[in-house]
């Protein structure tokens, strides 16, 4: 996963060894990607640094 070049910047998610990659526009909240060889998926989803919570905690 990386950012992309610009002003409002997208992200860049994708598989290294069988170079598969999906760009996603600037303002999405929350992203998948599928790689069909290695048949993993990947969710990203992005949270406000101000809305930020201990997930070790929702136990």
């Given at each position: 996963?990386?950012?992309l ?14 170079d ?15 790689c ?11 949270h406000?640094?101000?809305?930020w919570?201990?997930w070790?905690?929702?136990?």
């Open positions: 996963m990386e950012d070049e610009g002003e409002e910047r997208g992200l860049r998610v994708g598989c290294e060894t069988h598969e990659w999906r760009e996603f526009e600037p303002g999405r909240r929350s992203v998948a990607f599928f069909p060889d290695c048949r993993i998926e990947i969710e990203v989803r992005l406000d640094d101000l809305d919570r201990d070790g905690e929702r136990c």
